[in-house]
């Protein structure tokens, strides 16, 4: 095969350039956030947070204008729908971000290289989720109508959950970890590994920090929101191309946003409940394309109600918590 035929060789739907071009935009935003702006360790700060947020968001948005340009409107508009409903649905990632990191006492300084070797791990894990996804829904057109039966009944029962705060020391995972791991009781500075006596024989063994548990545990978490995120999205478009650069975007984009949102996360209060009625949208609007004899719901609809929706909590949200003081997430 010749670079030629390599570079138009089909992948899932695409020619191989357009994912290469793609992970190319991914890898060069990575090696710019660590190589470059956060080569040394220090706390991002709320301004430093919404600049960073605001250079994810333009590259995105012009990555979706390249998309409307390459692939035409209809996959521009589904682009741009799962965008904001990804970055909007990943937004409750935050409060479950911040219970981790005040759980195992990480400084806001070494935040930032948590998040990053997080990104790592949810571009792989997003990647095979999105990928069985695929494969289930073009062998099985069905699993859609699952999908959209799932986001229903996730969105009414989160619409009506309480605020309950998960116990980060007893989930099963972190009890198992601390007695099958060993794990250090103290940071060693930005380290997940370190090498100390074993305190019975006296050899250097290989220790887990804190630091490692963290990871652990944000990883988890998002394959714990990837269930209503990943489905929300084939509910919107079926082609893995705009499953998944919509959905790294999105999260990349979080990742230097959550500095800013940890602290105003109060802010948000009835966010979780337009997310909730978004869900059942997103679900609700396959059945009723069948009802009414479309092929698809219209793509300029679902951007239209999904930015109605989101606008809605969070203007709503705004103004019912004006005045309320910050609730500390985390050190």
Sequence with gaps: MDLMSFFLADWLGKPAWMWLAFMGVVVALLVLDLG???????????RESLLLSGMYIAIALMFG??????????????????????????MDNVFVIAMIFGYFAIPRALQHRVLFWGILGVIVLRALMIGAGAALVSQYGWVLYIFAAFLIFTGIKMFFAGEG???????????????????????????????????????????????????IMIEIADVIFAVDSVPAIFAITTDPYLVYTSNIFAILGLRA????????????AYLKQALAVLLVFIGGKIFVADLLGWEKFPAEW??????????????????????????????
């Excluded at 679902?302 to 918590?321: P, R």
């Design 65 to 90: 204008g390249w998309v409307w340009w390459e692939l035409g409107r209809q996959s521009g508009i589904e682009y741009l729908t799962g965008f904001a409903i990804e970055k909007s649905l990943a």
């Design 257 to 268: 946003l959550y500095f800013a949102l940890a602290a105003v996360i109060h802010r948000f």
């Design 165 to 215: 705060h998960a116990d980060v020391g007893a989930n099963p995972l972190v009890k198992w970890m601390r007695g099958h791991l060993r794990i250090t009781d103290q940071l060693h500075g930005q380290k997940f590994f370190v090498q100390e006596p074993h305190p019975k024989t006296g050899k250097m063994v290989l220790w887990a920090t804190p630091m490692f548990l963290a990871l």
């Design 36 to 46: 470059v702006l956060h080569k040394d360790q220090h706390e991002i700060g709320v």
């Design 302 to 331: 679902s951007l239209a109600i999904t930015a109605v929706i989101l606008t809605g909590g969070v203007v709503w949200s705004l103004w019912k918590t004006k005045g309320q003081p910050p609730t500390p997430a985390g050190h």
